[in-house]
């Protein structure tokens, strides 16, 4: 992991790859939560989103492994030197 | 509690420096119908409203400022290569007179924000048609901001966040619904 002003162009075609897949799997996830929220015995619609909250966590750890922490407060796991303050804010990318 | 994502919820991209168009924006940052009023006015109604509801009404609440994020985002990028004469030229010479390039809660007209800008009524019917009533208006405001700009970047942001506004919408009348069936229920007995 790197930090994000000495990313090569591959590195940051790959940020914005995994990012958007991210973004778009986790827009399924918000869409069925507000759906489920006032719909709650939709069972195709919970194993639906039971699906993609697997997906999520597969493509995040993923991202992390390349250019660290998405979640600060103990819910992402952190390299050496502590890698939260690095990674690229989202108003920046 | 509340845990940050070091994402954005959807892409904000801007193909030109348009301070103008930051200016207008400004309206959802800190506008009557803005997302940061939106956000407060559902964070604050979850404590006295039914069970039933107090779910959409939370993470509906909890998306805005997702959505906040990204209107911030938008003016940040929109003005942040601007020359002081630029932001003159676009109507911002108050603003950088006042807060530099920094963001602050006003509308487009320049009004600081402020909580009058919305209602808690601790009635459940009342506060759920304020908040399909502000989805509507946010819905509106996004329009007319597309209306105001030719670059597709933004447009294409700004139709995610306006095709939001109607899936809430959408999800508060299912909730007044919910409450009004629960209220005929109870009268048959």
């Keep these: 992991m790197t930090h994000a002003s000495s990313w090569t162009d591959e590195q940051k075609h790959k940020y914005y790859e995994l990012m958007q897949e991210i973004q778009e799997t986790d827009f399924v996830l918000v869409e069925l939560n507000l759906y489920l929220d006032t719909h709650p015995d939709d069972q195709s619609a919970i194993a639906q989103y039971n699906q993609f909250v697997q997906k999520s966590m597969t493509l995040k750890h993923h991202f992390q492994s390349m250019f660290g922490p998405l979640y600060h407060f103990g819910n992402s796991y952190s390299p050496s030197p502590f890698a939260w303050k690095e990674a690229p804010w989202p108003w920046q990318v | ?189």
């Design chain 2, 1 to 189: 509690m509340w845990i940050y994502e070091k994402k954005l919820q959807y892409p904000v991209r801007v193909s030109k420096c348009d301070p103008m168009m930051a200016r207008y924006l400004i309206e959802q940052y800190g506008g009557a119908d803005g997302e940061l009023a939106a956000a407060l006015r559902y964070l604050n109604q979850r404590y006295t409203l039914p069970e039933k509801v107090i779910a959409i009404v939370n993470d509906i609440g909890t998306e805005e400022l997702a959505h906040l994020e990204m209107i911030a985002t938008m003016i940040y990028k929109l003005t942040k290569d601007a020359t002081p004469d630029q932001l003159i030229e676009a109507g911002l010479g108050a603003h950088y007179a006042n807060h530099d390039k920094a963001l602050f809660f006003h509308n487009a007209a320049g009004a600081p924000f402020t909580a009058t800008y919305f209602q808690a009524k601790g009635d459940p019917i009342a506060d759920l048609y304020e908040d399909v009533a502000a989805e509507e208006k946010a819905r509106a405001t996004y329009q007319w901001l597309i209306n105001m700009t030719d670059d597709v970047d933004l447009i294409d942001s700004l139709t995610f966040l306006r095709e939001r506004e109607i899936v809430h919408s959408q999800r508060f009348r299912e909730a007044a619904e919910m409450l009004k069936a629960d209220q005929q229920t109870k009268k048959i007995f």
